[in-house]
């Protein structure tokens, strides 16, 4: 109260007794649900080279009639601590645009990132949105940014991460990958990692490019990520956005796992899949070890020859002995395994008689990965990696 | 002081029946006998300055103002505090280090960035023979001015003086007070009463007999930090069994979480240990601030969430360095930030307690570095105590 500086506050009668105290600040204590009931919105991620019509598709959503409130948050430094503009559309199409305000420096110790925070206060701001796209830069590698978006339940986010979709180029996205990065002169390419990490591929430009071309840039892209999903478009144009861009569910789901026979096709990044056998509490502890050594380390363990490797993706389906199921999640360093959500509702699933791990990573062609797990699970591998 | 002189001067005889039924005007050069009306200032503090007018008051107000103490207030009375906690400003000025302690790289930057912290954000170190060396002693060196601090606490004592004891001590020992301007904060050391969960600013006002004060303290010697804090007890009316249940649960939390580290431990798995403990008992864990590497760097990889279902990534090594720090409430886990930017408050106002020790993996288990010492003050009130208050801990 700087007045107290430059005015002088009332003279007070002295005889009339004592001062009137300020009435004490309403606290109004808002409270938040406790556990799990907040509703979450989702964020989908969206990468794609320069021209591969990211800037189409995004005008396209934020155009297109679908009443709901979208927030299209642009990300120019492949960073989400730079996030800096967002553009809103209501369900009636009025644009909006906002300047996020991310708090600058680090408060020490905090488990939320500065973008999710900005991104929370932007909603208490301006009402929730139905739906967040983040749309990164060309050269942005997905996978440093999902894993600041896949929270922990226990932070009580009001978002959560739906996916990963990646647009390209269906007209030069082969030579894109043959061709390796012009810079680095590495056969590993931002391309690859892009469609390595995505959970929706959008295939646009098909309208410059013969049956047979499409069919040779499917053939690449599952070579690469054998779990996405491959949409097909023409200039940015999507039949509907549920389930293919929005709703996607990509890290609290686990549906197809049909990883076909490792590709040739490319020797940089494949998809690969091992069997698991039925798990109880001790083998489902050394699963988790070979996970672990996996991400953790970027190492194959091996009975000879452990090999440098790097996970970018991973997907799974484990059963125990009783039938229930449980469910594998990974991005990069970060996984996790839960029980599968139909079980908690009693749905009868159709009993497996295996577990299933898919692994979308680099440095994996020509290793035994089935000879790496099952050494770790009945021979001595967990032991030796123990506590590396 | 013009009244003063106003009074001095006057012929005593002339003013006596005067003064004894209407005092004279503190107005500059006024003099005039004044009414019934009062600086409100000054008779909030016990002291009578009269005045003739309103008008006399607003001209002499530049002066008179002067002779009133800087007053202790609340920089924001429109925020929402969820508790009876009010920030008492002014902050004291800042203190200073001698240039001849060696300082953080923060220490000079305008908004207290480490850039060595920003540079390595892949890597959890491992320590070699030299480094585990520069932790012990600087360890030790925390756990010392924890303890004279936590010697300091007692009802009447504002955590301002708290700050200089800590800061003083700091420089005795040739260290740097690590949190002093990081990320800008603008003191020596983290006092956190009551609903304050953690990060709470030194200022004006007294500790109350009743009070919990958390006290985290970390040492920057010989280029590395050593944290610690500890929740202590703030007079006999402190020990009722809420807060006894909240202390000592937090204390054990600390405790039960140290027991499993070892090598080979993931990082995981310290929250799944503390929330078991804590919701046992009805108390909720803060989840917003984890536990963190400490060595050369002040907070570095790994990140231990001290909640549970956490993917955490890692897990222990022999000769890796970090702290872990459960912060307990005794309502629901949520918190909320007061708009210093610092002082970390839990949403509902219920009260919340935080324990903090740095630890060494060892070849098969750990060393604490922060250890209490023999007579560390604190610690767990007695038998006696708990006994008084029916408080049995049967799930330890």
Redesign the interface.
């Known amino acids: 109260m700087e007045d107290d500086d430059e005015m002088p506050p009332s003279l007070v009668v002295a005889d009339d007794g004592e001062l009137q105290q300020p009435a004490a600040p309403q606290t109004d204590v808002a409270m938040y649900p406790e556990d799990e009931n907040i509703q979450k919105v989702p964020i989908t991620i969206v990468t794609g080279y320069l021209g591969a019509g990211k800037s189409t598709l995004m005008n396209y959503i934020l155009t297109a009639q679908h009443n709901k409130k979208i927030a299209v948050i642009l990300n120019e430094f492949g960073d989400s601590a730079d996030i800096e503009k967002s553009l809103t559309v209501s369900g009636d199409g009025a644009l909006v645009e906002e300047w996020l305000e991310v708090a600058n420096g680090c408060i020490c110790c905090t488990v939320k990132d500065n973008g999710v925070q900005a991104i929370e206060n932007l909603m208490e701001k301006k009402g929730k949105f139905d739906y967040i796209l983040l749309e990164t830069t060309g050269l942005a590698d997905p996978g440093n940014i999902a894993p600041m978006f896949w929270l922990d339940d226990g932070v009580g986010s009001t978002i959560y991460l739906d996916g990963i979709v990646t647009l390209v180029d269906a007209s030069n996205i082969v030579r894109t990958l043959d061709e390796g990065d012009p810079e680095t002169k590495k056969e590993l390419t931002t391309a690859h990692l892009q469609i390595s990490h995505a959970d929706v591929v959008v295939l646009n430009k098909r309208d410059l490019i013969s049956d047979e071309q499409l069919e040779e840039a499917k053939e690449r892209i599952r070579a690469i990520n054998g779990l996405a999903r491959i949409i097909v478009t023409e200039r940015g144009k999507v039949d509907k956005l549920d389930g293919w861009l929005l709703d996607i569910n990509a890290y609290s789901t686990v549906t197809e796992l049909k990883a076909g026979p490792p590709s040739k096709l490319d020797k940089s990044i494949a998809t690969y899949n091992v069997t698991v056998p039925l798990v109880d509490e001790k083998l489902l502890s050394h699963v988790e070890r070979w996970i672990q050594v996996l991400l953790w380390d970027g190492k194959l363990p091996a009975k000879e020859g452990v090999k440098e490797v790097q996970i970018h993706r991973l997907k799974g389906r484990l059963q125990d002995q009783s039938g229930k199921k449980l469910l594998v999640q990974g991005v990069r360093e970060v996984y996790e395994i839960v029980d599968s959500p139909k079980q908690k509702e009693g749905v009868e699933e159709e009993s497996a008689s295996t577990g299933k791990l898919v692994l979308i990573g680099k440095g994996l062609e020509g290793v035994d990965l089935q000879g790496s797990i099952d050494w770790f699970l009945h021979g001595n591998g967990v032991d030796e990696w123990a506590s590396q | 002081m013009t009244n003063d002189e106003v009074k001095v001067d006057a012929p005593q005889d002339e003013v006596k029946e005067v003064t004894k039924e209407v005092p004279l005007c503190s107005g500059i050069d006024c003099g005039k006998p004044a009414g ?6 000054c ?2 503090l016990g002291k009578a300055s ?2 003739c007018s ?1 008008d006399c ?2 001209k002499s ?1 530049v002066e ?2 002067r002779a009133h103490p800087t ?1 202790i ?1 609340n920089p924001f ?7 009876k906690l009010r920030p008492a400003y002014p902050l004291s000025a800042k203190r200073e280090v001698p240039a001849s302690i060696p300082r953080p790289d923060y220490a000079d930057h305008p ?3 480490s850039q060595s ?1 920003v540079n390595e954000k892949t890597t959890v170190a491992i320590l070699n023979e030299k480094d585990i060396e520069g932790m012990r002693k600087v360890c030790r060196l925390a756990r010392e001015v924890l303890d004279i601090a936590a010697a300091a606490v007692r009802p009447g004592i504002t955590t301002d003086e708290i700050d200089r004891i800590v800061h003083e001590a700091c420089i005795e020992r040739d260290s740097y007070p690590s949190p002093l301007n ?3 904060f603008p003191k020596s050391v983290c006092t956190s009463i009551n609903e304050v969960i953690c990060h709470g600013i030194p200022d004006q006002r007294p500790l109350e007999d009743g009070d919990i004060i958390n006290i985290d303290v970390t040492l920057y010697h010989g280029g590395y930090h050593g944290d610690i804090n500890e929740t202590y007890y703030v007079g006999p009316k402190s020990y009722t069994k809420e807060n006894v249940w909240l202390v000592e649960t937090a204390r054990q939390c600390l405790d039960k979480a140290i027991s499993i580290v ?3 431990m ?1 990082f995981r798995e310290p ?1 799944n240990v503390i929330e078991k403990l804590a919701k046992g008992r009805k108390l ?1 864990v803060v ?6 590497g400490v060595h050369k760097l ?2 570095c990889l790994p ?1 231990i ?1 001290h ?5 955490a ?6 000769g890796q360095t970090f702290s872990i720090e459960p912060m307990i409430n005794g309502g ?3 918190d909320h930030t007061w708009p210093d ?2 002082t970390s408050s839990t ?3 219920s009260y919340s307690s935080q324990f903090e020790h740095t630890m060494l993996v060892t070849k098969d288990g750990v060393e604490v570095l922060t250890a209490r010492l023999p007579n560390s003050p604190g610690g767990p009130p007695s038998q006696e105590i708990l006994d008084n208050l029916g408080i049995k801990f049967n799930d330890l």
């Open positions: 019934k009306l009062q600086c409100p200032t008779l909030k009269f005045f309103q008051f607003k107000w008179h103002k007053p207030k009375p429109n925020f929402n505090f969820t508790g908004q207290g960035v912290e990081y990320s800008g070892k090598p080979g993931p929250g909720g989840r917003t601030y984890c536990g963190h002040f907070h990140n969430p909640y549970a279902r956490n993917k990534v890692g897990i222990a090594k022999e629901g886990w949520r930017g610092w949403l509902d106002g």
